[in-house]
């Protein structure tokens, strides 16, 4: 069996993205912690390799050399997250092991060098084409570190240029139409919870042209959102008490009051246009029911998507109304934990892609997932009606 060259290229780049968000790092941002629910970047990074490993070597070779002793550290059911810091190689050592084991799994999987034996993760590229789309999710999660990081160091001096200001909340609504359509991705691309592909029955629907911008998040802030508890379901009130957010995660005010975000570049102005990020499926809610709405049923969302009305989305996830949930006749693969946990009730799931999303990832069918309290994990909403 071998590769096709177009596979073993994005393999590449993505496992290059990954050496570089690290490489102009010194040790100690690597093995730091900057978030309750993220871990350090470095782990992140031996996380990727040790993935390939396993399932190339190990699994498909039959050789755990290189995963044996590191299993527990690099599996996050069994690795606490304050732990693998402290636990880290020296940075260049990281780099340096991660770089070798990636440019060998790469001859591996070319078959060039040696042949790849018969095996069923093989057929039809299966392997490489998860290890690319596993690695895009930690590369946007390692951003999501990059940009907490930058939050709990900005010194809260910065002065935006421009004002934001409030804009109405009501949108343009796009029409979609009734009827049986397919939902659900294809294999080999396809992970578990995408499979099997089936249909989806729905009535016509109204669907905000775009994700709510800056400046219609504004509007609810300007007008008491987060006090007004008419707003806010019994669980959105709920974690409103124990939180003390009033704005998106990323968002602070200067001294005159004005509204400026930061990212991993630092702070800068809020563009009034861009879709609003940095909020919990809590705040989505209650936008939505402020704006005398709701939240898009994930395939109403996947629907629209397949009929081409979703060309301008892609900055932002987007919170849907329902919880992650299998589809019917459901096959856990390739392992139990990709997806069976967290059919729990207790995550929500996310469509589109944000602005750090590489394209391997993007697709009409693509379901991310996150336990509703999450701020930090670029995601925003659209409306339906
Ligand atoms: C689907 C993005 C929530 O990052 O925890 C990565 C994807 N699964 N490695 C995560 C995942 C195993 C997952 N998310
Ligand atoms: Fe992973």
Request: with cysteine; proline share 8%.
């Amino acid at each position: 069996m071998t590769t096709s060259l177009a596979t073993l290229t994005r393999l590449r780049a993505v496992q290059h993205r990954l050496r570089a968000l690290i490489a102009p790092l010194d040790d100690a941002t690597c093995r730091q912690q900057f978030h309750g629910d993220l871990s350090p970047l470095g782990w992140h990074l031996g996380h990727c390799v040790y993935v390939e490993n396993h399932w190339l070597r190990a699994v498909v070779l039959g050789d755990d050399r290189l995963t044996r002793k590191l299993r527990d550290y690099y599996t996050p059911e069994t690795s606490p997250k304050p732990r693998r810091g402290p636990q880290l190689p020296d940075k260049q050592r990281l780099l340096d092991q991660v770089m070798q084991q990636q440019d060998d799994n790469i001859l591996l999987l070319s078959g060039l060098a040696e042949p790849l034996p018969a095996h069923p993760l093989l057929e039809h590229e299966y392997l490489p084409l998860f290890l690319i789309q596993h690695h895009c999710q930690h590369y946007e999660t390692m951003l999501m570190v990059l940009n907490q990081r930058a939050i709990k160091q900005h010194p809260g001096d910065f002065h935006p240029q421009r004002r934001l200001e409030s804009d109405d909340a009501s949108l343009v609504r796009l029409r979609v139409p009734a009827g049986d359509f397919p939902v659900g991705g294809e294999a080999p691309k396809a992970f578990d919870n995408e499979l099997p592909v089936h249909t989806f029955s729905q009535d016509a629907f109204y669907l905000g042209a775009k994700p709510v911008s800056n400046a219609q998040y504004l509007c609810f802030i300007e007008a008491g959102g987060y006090q007004d508890p008419g707003h806010w379901d019994e669980a959105g009130r709920a974690w409103l008490s124990e939180h003390p957010a009033r704005a998106p995660d990323h968002w602070r005010q200067d001294d005159r009051g004005w509204w400026y975000g930061i990212d991993q570049d630092g702070p800068h102005d809020l563009d009034p246009d861009m879709p609003v990020h940095g909020l919990s499926h809590h705040e989505a809610r209650a936008f939505a029911r402020f704006a005398g709405a709701r939240l898009p049923h994930e395939h109403e969302w996947e629907v629209a998507c397949r009929l081409g009305l979703m060309y301008d989305s892609g900055h932002v996830w987007e919170w849907c109304a329902n919880s992650f949930f299998p589809y019917p006749g459901f096959k856990p693969f390739p392992y139990d934990e990709y997806s069976l946990p967290w059919f729990d009730g207790q995550h929500y799931t996310l469509r589109g892609a944000s602005r750090h999303t590489r394209r391997d990832i993007r697709r009409c069918s693509f379901r991310n997932f996150y336990t509703p309290e999450k701020r930090h994990v670029f995601a925003g909403l659209r409306l339906a009606w």
